[in-house]
């Protein structure tokens, strides 16, 4: 256990920032050095949230004031160590009952105690709001409760290694000789009617571990990406002469895998939140992807000039960033809900509202109609998101393709998920990917 913690207490106030602070999961953390079983109780407290807030509340004889929801966030932390963790009762109620006086509530030892040993166990339940389950069921039908109960385990941790740092053989012999379980997953996409392997640096984990346990993360040889998310470079080309534009590229996972696999392609990313450009510039440092020779030029952080990759603070709905050059390619990894990423970011359930889908479609719909302008004849834009919901995906592309009469579709096949009317949908129910949707578009020159 981290000095100065306890889980119990840790987790209790995390919860309470996320359930009423309405603070994302990441704020939540940011400044907590959480101990395992801290993170592994907040988990499961987001993810069985609607199951345990019921059993709570029938247990409260009423509710608790304002002031005191941190004790109601506790009545939740006990009640996951009882139903949902191998914690004797007596030990999960004890020390819950102990954090009250961690947490500055002294008063409520005997209250949390008696609610701990007469609440109901949780019933069974797909742990969603009801707007979101009820939006999965009518567009997943039958599937929607293996969708539902799929985004309440626990996430794969899938490796992409930096083949311009380490061959993907020597990266799995560091991990044999770590005693780190993995499996290899070799992608695969039916391309312009062609089967195309996308490459071996896609690993999985047998168990999750911390980062930095992983041999040579300070080194750059691997990231920690999601499998679905590493089709994109594959659905993209390295064109001779022409430039690609990474729209949206924080946090800066499929940029430093583009530049991965295209060494020679000249690249321009933008990115408007200082935080996140911050960050995906420290990525792309650690990973060795800006030396010299192979460097970046930015107006947002230290870098050696060259020509290969250029970075910018700019907003892509707007054009001013642009130097009115066109673009070969793009990829435009759109905001969204995330709610194919449950999984990992289980407090998205509670804090998105079905408002938030029209106003994501509508920032969707202005990036996809500013960017097309930026894109040459016969070039090629690859939309996608970590959504689940039409909403987003195919019903974007549609309404962008009847205002847009030169986009066309390219189809393609990838193997799993399903093929919708305008590109492809992967489902949590593949346990190796997270939700994601693709759509790639071609603009027919005039």
Same mark, same amino acid.
């Given at each position: 256990?981290?000095?100065? $913690? ?46 345990? !807030? ?33 914690? /004797? ?29 007469? +609440?109901?166990? /949780? ?41 311009? &740092? ?16 993995? @499996? ?13 392997? $996308? ?41 001779? %002469? ?22 020679? &392609? ?25 030396? !010299?020779?192979?460097? +970046? ?14 970075? @910018? ?10 130097? @009115?050059?066109?673009?070969? &390619? ?15 970011? /289980? ?6 509202? /079905? !408002? ?44 962008? +393709? ?14 799993? %998920? ?6 492809? &949908? ?12 693709? !759509? ?7």
């Amino acid at each position: 256990m981290t000095a100065n $913690t306890e889980p119990r207490a840790d987790a209790a106030s995390a919860l309470h920032r996320v359930v009423w602070g309405n603070q994302t999961l990441d704020q939540a953390t940011v400044a907590a050095d959480m101990a395992p079983l801290t993170t592994e109780i907040l988990y499961g407290c987001l993810r069985h949230f609607y199951s345990l !807030s019921t059993s709570v509340n029938r247990a409260l004889k009423k509710p608790l004031k304002p002031k005191d929801h941190i004790v109601w966030c506790l009545m939740l932390v006990g009640a996951y160590q009882r139903f949902h963790m191998r914690i /004797p009762d007596h030990a999960a109620i004890y020390e819950t009952v102990s954090a009250c006086k961690r947490l500055s509530r002294p008063w409520a030892k005997g209250l949390v105690n008696a609610v701990l040993r007469n +609440m109901p166990p /949780p019933e069974r339940s797909v742990e969603h709001p009801e707007w979101m389950s009820a939006l999965i069921r009518t567009q997943y039908g039958n599937d929607a409760d293996a969708i539902m109960l799929a985004n309440n385990e626990r996430a794969p941790m899938c490796l992409r290694i930096n083949a311009s &740092q380490i061959s993907i053989t020597d990266y799995e012999q560091l991990l044999t000789e770590a005693d780190i379980p993995f @499996r290899r997953r070799t992608n695969s996409i039916v391309h312009d009617g062609e089967p195309l392997s $996308t490459g071996p640096e896609t690993l999985i984990l047998e168990a999750a571990i911390p980062a930095n346990r992983l041999p040579g993360y300070d080194d750059g040889f691997v990231s920690i990406q999601d499998a679905g998310a590493q089709f994109a470079p594959f659905l993209m080309e390295a064109r001779t %002469g022409s430039r690609l534009l990474d729209a949206c590229a924080a946090p800066g996972g499929k940029l430093c895998h583009l530049l991965e696999r295209f060494p020679n &392609q000249k690249i321009t990313a933008l990115e408007s939140s200082p935080r996140r450009l911050a960050y995906l510039c420290s990525e792309v440092e650690r990973l060795r992807l800006a030396v !010299s020779g192979k460097g +970046m030029e930015s107006d947002a952080g230290p870098g050696s000039p060259s020509n290969r990759l250029q970075i @910018r603070a700019a907003d892509a709905t707007d054009l001013s960033w642009w130097d @009115r050059e066109p673009f070969g &390619q793009i990829l435009l990894d759109a905001p969204c809900s995330g709610s194919g990423t449950l999984r990992r970011h /289980p407090d998205i359930k509670i804090l998105r509202k /079905p !408002s938030d889908l029209d106003s994501y479609a509508a920032l969707q719909f202005s990036l996809l109609a500013n960017l097309w302008h930026v894109l040459e004849p016969g070039g090629t834009l690859l939309y996608c998101t970590c959504s689940i919901f039409a909403k987003e995906n195919d019903n974007v592309i549609a309404r962008f +393709m009847r205002a847009e009469p030169d986009a066309e579709q390219r189809p393609f096949e990838l193997d799993s %998920g399903h093929a919708t009317r305008f590109g492809w &949908q992967l489902l949590p129910t593949n346990t190796d990917t997270d939700g994601f949707y693709y !759509s790639r578009l071609s603009k027919v020159p005039r």
